[in-house]
């Protein structure tokens, strides 16, 4: 047997025990991040404000978990929030674990989907990090034992179709200033809850389009107005126009800024084409009383009116359907 000096010895155990340090797994079982249990219990939801993008929310948060450096008093980020109120906080270390148990109120800022408004579903998202430890110290699980939401609350001109809470990883293309990160690239870990309400939408749609119908059923009133007034005709039509117009800048008002068309668009555009054709339609009824085919006219105005109420109602029916669906 070959004797191996001592100082040989202790240089290839070092070796060894760096090799054994060194490898990947035992890289990742010291760089395994510590697990947040997290759950959710919504009091109410308020205040949705279609103009400004935002809605109210009080809510039960808890975490519980095992690093006690992730101080959730202080760290808690609402990333979406406009914002944030903690009414109540309670925290308890015992066991070598730390449970917080906090009431939020929370101002949250969201995008609406207004294409098919009123007939319209929202999806209400709520979200958390810790701005202090990112994915590589910290993930949230989530805990999904019990309801999320308090079925005894009402959400005026709102129906909760579901609730959803899962976990994910938000990345921000930054190393927030640090120059010890060799790319501007960090991950944090997030609980997310996506919350989609349907709204009850049949009271609010004939109270904002009732205006609208009217003006089109005056409008078409022409038909039936003995071809002698004729400036009867065209002052109930272009009375009509404008009333429409208005009531859609009245619609417009009450909701965000958007550069998709939407179903308001296009139940307003539909009644502004009609109320267009009822006009020139009467104009060409007025050429043919001028060269005394009067009954050619009553003919043409009763061929009109049976076309155009039934083109109105049928185009009208097919979006709304659609809308609602």
């Known amino acids: 047997m070959i004797a191996i000096p001592l100082r040989k010895q202790v240089i290839l155990a070092i070796a060894f025990i760096l090799a054994v340090f060194a490898s990947p797994q035992a890289k990742a079982q010291a760089e395994k991040p510590d697990t947040v249990y997290s759950g959710i219990y919504i009091t109410s939801i308020h205040d949705i404000n279609f103009k400004d993008k935002e809605y109210s929310i009080n809510l039960w948060l808890w975490l519980k978990y095992k690093n006690k450096k992730f101080d959730f008093l202080h760290n808690l980020e609402v990333p979406q929030a406009k914002t944030v109120t903690q009414s109540y906080s309670t925290v308890d270390s015992s066991d070598n674990k730390v449970y917080i148990l906090m009431k939020l109120q929370c101002v949250m800022k969201d995008s609406w989907a207004t ?8 999806k209400l998202r709520f979200s958390i990090e810790n701005s202090q430890f990112d994915s590589k110290s910290l993930v949230f699980a989530p805990d999904t034992l019990g309801k999320h939401f308090d079925p005894r609350f009402t959400l005026r001109g709102w129906q909760i179709d579901s609730l959803n809470v899962s976990t994910g990883i938000k990345v921000y293309e930054t190393a927030f200033g640090d120059e010890s990160v060799p790319k501007p690239h960090t991950e944090y870990s997030n609980f997310k809850v996506k919350l989609q309400i349907d709204r009850a939408a049949m009271g609010l749609f004939w109270k904002m389009f009732l205006g609208m119908y009217v003006a089109f059923l005056i409008a078409y009133m022409c038909f039936y107005i003995h071809t ?6 065209f002052g109930l039509s272009v009375g009509a126009l404008f009333a429409v117009i208005g009531n859609k800048y009245i619609v417009d008002s009450s909701l965000p800024e958007s550069t998709t068309f939407t179903l308001v668009d ?3 555009g539909i009644t502004l084409l009609f109320i267009l054709t009822i006009i020139i ?3 060409y009824s007025l050429r043919l009383v001028k060269r005394d085919k009067v009954e050619e006219a009553k003919k043409f105005d009763f061929l009109c009116a049976q076309v155009m109420l039934a083109g109105y109602v049928l185009l009208n029916a097919w979006f709304i359907y659609a809308a609602s669906r």
Do not use: M
Request: aromatic fraction near 10%.
């Open 266 to 268: 296009t139940l307003h």
């Open 228 to 233: 002698d007034s004729i400036d009867s005709r």
């Open 115 to 122: 294409e098919n408004f009123p007939f319209d579903k929202q």
């Open 281 to 283: 339609s009467t104009a």
